[in-house]
């Protein structure tokens, strides 16, 4: 059976970093047919070989066997047109069989641009041949969360607003915008992070267990935690923009209200959830790099009649920690006696690194998701309700931002982020 793969855009930063190595993986591991051809596409004027070698020394740094790479970018073929709608140059590349569409964010930047997109996409295929791809819902940890939560019953009965004092999603990087600001300015850290990335964790995170573990079901059961969420407003947020961000070269109103990190206060109206706090925070120049979910359970209140070191229980709260990046690993942080002669409490942590596990397999979120589009499993991929949902949400907010001019606060680069981030 042959296999047609076409990288629209493929001179680009993505095609080179993310989409080509994802695919010699895939190739390394002999998951590709033996008879496929990948046709890359852009504006950019190349022959076939000016494509392999502008690839090649990005293909290295994988650590694939130099054989192996270029035994790959001899399936590797390029076309180039005056335009991304050029249909006559796509004809050259149409075939009998299935096509399926991976589609890569933005998905718009507000409500209305979103239904257009999905306008344009559904007169001219068919849902169950879209993939809205969102790496994050790739990366092993997320992937992880159905059978964590799932298939762990004593799960269930602390997986509610009686024992969860609060649930935060957090994503840091320790850059800037690096001569990117012309582009992160347009869209801002709340449509490249909050709005997709860390939003889809919180549903999964948030979701009632599905009816089945189907694509639809999962994806109705994320539907239905976004439907049971508010609209969100200023009052609900805290911006924040580093120092020197006007700074790049490539932002031309050096004027920009754009926030370079974002917390949001969410609230989901759900018997399960009802009067606990979703926290989303993101943001670019701080103080680390990290990607994580953090679930903090309530003070415990049983022990208060020990003695006069029960005051640690006011402060002792356990928590669970899903660490997506870096380093991906699952800790419980909780309390336990101090060894020795006093009852003293002292905290302690249980840690499953993934790195420890022997023989690991862990491929890189664009590969596991590639691999999941040739296998026809739509499951981690983003339907279009899901997309009008979460556009809903957060629409008003991103036009209130824009229409109200709201200066964000400023912070150091490599700091924590805003100074009254803790207040609020």
């Known amino acids: 059976q042959t296999l047609s793969i076409v990288v629209v855009g493929a001179s680009g930063d993505l095609a080179k970093k993310k989409t080509y190595p994802s695919l010699l993986k895939l190739f390394e591991e002999s998951l590709l047919p033996p008879d496929t051809i990948i ?23 994988t650590g694939t066997n130099e054989i ?57 295929f068919e849902e169950h041949d879209l993939y809205r791809i969102d790496h994050y819902l790739g990366k092993e940890v997320v992937q992880n969360m159905l059978i964590f939560r799932f298939a762990n019953s004593f799960w269930e009965p602390l997986w509610n607003r009686d024992c969860v004092e609060s649930v935060t999603f957090t994503f840091k990087e320790p850059f800037g915008t690096d001569g ?26 948030a979701m009632e267990p599905p009816e089945s573990d189907d694509a639809d079901a999962i994806r109705d059961a994320k539907v239905q935690v976004l439907k049971k969420m508010d609209v969100l407003t200023l009052d609900d947020c805290l911006l924040g923009q580093y120092l020197g961000y006007s700074d790049d070269p490539t932002i031309l109103n050096k004027d920009t209200n754009c926030p370079t990190y974002a917390a949001i206060r969410c609230s989901i109206h759900t018997p399960r959830w009802e009067g606990v706090p979703f926290i989303l925070q993101a943001g670019k120049a701080l103080d680390d790099k990290l990607c994580e ?19 640690f229980f006011g402060n002792a709260a356990s928590d669970l920690v899903l660490r997506l990046q870096p380093d991906p690993s699952i800790s419980l942080n909780m309390n336990i006696k101090t060894p020795g002669l006093a009852t003293l409490p002292m905290k302690s942590q249980m840690v499953m690194n993934y790195s420890d596990i022997p023989n690991l397999s862990n491929p890189d979120a664009y590969t596991r998701l590639l691999l999941d589009v040739m296998r026809g499993k739509q499951g981690s ?14 629409t008003p907010l991103l036009h209130s931002i824009e229409d ?13 982020g805003p100074e009254n981030r803790e207040e609020w």
């Open 381 to 394: 991929f983003v339907r279009d309700d899901e997309l009008r949902y979460s556009w809903e949400i957060f």
């Open 293 to 311: 979910v953090r679930v903090c359970f309530k003070s415990p209140k049983t022990l208060k009649s020990v003695g006069k070191n029960t005051s």
């Open 68 to 124: 192996i790479v270029k035994d790959f970018l001899g399936k590797c073929f390029y076309h180039s047109g005056k335009t991304y709608g050029d249909e006559n140059a796509y004809a050259a590349f149409s075939a009998s069989g299935w096509t399926r569409i991976v589609i890569e964010k933005p998905f718009g930047r507000d409500l209305d641009s979103c239904n257009d997109l999905l306008q344009t996409l559904s007169e001219n």
């Open 404 to 416: 109200t001019h709201v200066q964000p606060v400023p912070y150091r680069y490599g700091s924590a």
């Open 39 to 61: 046709y890359g596409y852009a504006r950019s004027a190349k022959t076939h070989q000016e494509l392999r070698d502008h690839l090649f020394p990005h293909l290295m740094k």
């Open 180 to 205: 990117r600001g012309g582009y992160f300015d347009k869209y801002g850290i709340i449509r490249d992070i909050l709005q997709n990335h860390l939003l889809q964790v919180l549903t999964l995170f």
